[in-house]
């Protein structure tokens, strides 16, 4: 089992440009979660997906869009990058939602917008 | 405004030595979390505690979820290089629709010296 993986691990944009930042997980979670991580905010939520076909913002979802492919696959795109979105976007599976629900997180990207 | 607050926010010790990390809420949580994350990687789960009071251990480390659930501190005996790294505290909040979104700390930055 490969757990949550990430791609890219690393990207550089200028701003203005688009890219689709990819996430799967193959340990049959409901919940996913699009996370980023910036020096001295901790992580903070962008967008999450509780089940299959469904979405919901988080606490930053401005400039981000989601997408719940399937059961596996969580994308996250950005329509036209902007220095303020560079940062490090972790992604994450859990079982459900619930009030413990443990959350696994995947390598992370590395996103630079010049 | 920060839910989860951390204390320290950076720690240097040497090899041996005995540390404690706070993270203080003024508001009450469902359950605690506290993950470990290592540089260029994403956080891994530690500890969920769930009880008002409860105390868990997992080798050198001692895990206590305040008595009114709105605290909790991680202690490390004997600290060794390997457990370097950013120990964040998490939570979900007992209050309305937001107890399914975790609330992450900023962290406390964690490095022992051989």
């Known amino acids: 089992n490969a757990g949550v993986t990430q791609t890219p691990k690393f990207q550089v944009l200028k701003t203005g440009q688009s890219m689709t930042l990819q996430c799967a997980q193959d340990?049959?979670?409901?919940?996913m979660y699009w996370y980023r991580q910036d020096p001295g905010m901790g992580l903070r939520l962008i967008y999450y997906?509780?089940?299959?076909?469904?979405?919901d913002k988080g606490e930053v979802p401005n400039g981000y869009n989601v997408s719940r492919l399937n059961k596996r696959e969580f994308s996250l795109r950005l329509e036209s990058a902007a220095p303020s979105q560079t940062s490090v976007y972790f992604c994450a599976g859990g079982r459900g939602l619930s009030s413990y629900n443990e959350q696994f997180f995947g390598p992370g990207t590395r996103l630079t917008v010049l | 405004t920060q839910l989860l607050e951390q204390s320290p926010q950076f720690l240097s010790i040497q090899e041996g030595e005995n540390l404690t990390v706070y993270c203080n809420s003024s508001s009450v949580f469902s359950s605690l979390q506290w993950y470990r994350q290592e540089p260029g990687e994403g956080p891994v789960l530690l500890v969920t505690?769930?009880?008002?009071?409860e105390v868990k251990k997992l080798k050198r480390l001692t895990f206590q979820f305040g008595d009114a659930r709105k605290d909790s501190s991680l202690h490390i005996t004997a600290a060794q290089p390997g457990d370097t790294g950013l120990y964040l505290c998490a939570g979900y909040p007992n209050s309305g629709g937001s107890n399914y979104k975790l609330t992450f700390g900023k962290g406390t930055l964690l490095t022992v010296n051989p």
């Open positions: 997906s509780a089940s299959e076909g469904t979405t």
């Open positions: 340990m049959n979670h409901n919940s």
């Open positions: 505690v769930v009880t008002g009071g």
